[in-house]
T-cell receptor, first 114, second 108 residues
Framework: KAGVTQTPRYLIKTRGQQVTLSCSPI?????VSWYQQTPGQGLQFLFE???????NKGNFPGRFSGRQFSNSRSEMNVSTLELGDSALYLC?????????????FGPGTRLTVT | GQNIDQPTEMTATEGAIVQINCTYQ??????LFWYQQHAGEAPTFLSY????GLEEKGRFSSFLSRSKGYSYLLLKELQMKDSASYLC?????????FGAGTTVTVRA
């Protein structure tokens, strides 16, 4: 079974631009979460989607948005990029069955804002 | 709010056992996760505990006490490849809150 895939893997943007990142979950997983990882703040939750609905959202400004499509693929968008948005953006797909819960991360997109 | 604490660094010898503790104070709790993350790579899922007690998976075991807000990850028969950061995370309402991670260094 293929793992979580994210595109692109690396991205360089300038301040003020916007960016869209894509995530394809593991086949059969309907939940997709997004995280930002930086050396200073660690791993921080952005949002989670299930069946095209956002079920939870972290404490990030409105410049960060996301969506999920009917095939469970998800995108996140960051508008008006700031230098502080430079980070590794990780997508995770989850499966919950009774007491069993597994969450697997994709390889991430490394975003550099200059 | 969420407060998740784990030690910053631990060092152990190849073949030894290391226990990484995690304490948490959170506004909600559905379960506790452990992840392993090698430098430059994405986190890898290790375990999920929702009930109190010990869950064993090969060389790795994870323990949870919900009443004490406490978990630990036990790594047995340490190998050099186990040198990595280990992240404790609390799950609540489809959201994971992570600790800062414990860097484990395995020495020959």
């Amino acid at each position: 079974k293929a793992g979580v895939t994210q595109t692109p893997r690396y991205l360089i943007k300038t301040r003020g631009q916007q960016v869209t990142l894509s995530c394809s979950p593991i086949s059969g997983h309907r939940s997709v979460s997004w995280y930002q990882q930086t050396p200073g703040q660690g791993l921080q939750f952005l949002f989670e989607y299930f069946s095209e609905t956002q079920r939870n959202k972290g404490n990030f400004p409105g410049r960060f948005s996301g969506r999920q499509f009917s095939n469970s693929r998800s995108e996140m968008n960051v508008s008006t990029l700031e230098l502080g948005d430079s980070a590794l953006y990780l997508c995770a797909s989850s499966l919950m069955q009774g007491a069993r819960y597994e969450q697997y991360f994709g390889p991430g997109t490394r975003l550099t804002v200059t | 709010g969420q407060n998740i604490d784990q030690p910053t660094e631990m060092t152990a010898t190849e073949g030894a056992i290391v226990q990484i503790n995690c304490t948490y104070q959170t506004s909600g709790f559905n379960g506790l996760f452990w992840y392993q993350q090698h430098a430059g790579e994405a986190p890898t899922f290790l375990s999920y505990n929702v009930l109190d007690g010990l869950e064993e998976k090969g060389r790795f075991s994870s323990f949870l006490s919900r009443s004490k807000g406490y978990s630990y990850l036990l790594l047995k028969e340490l190998q050099m490849k186990d040198s990595a950061s280990y992240l404790c995370a609390v799950g609540n309402d489809y959201k994971l809150s992570f600790g800062a991670g414990t860097t484990v260094t395995v020495r020959a």
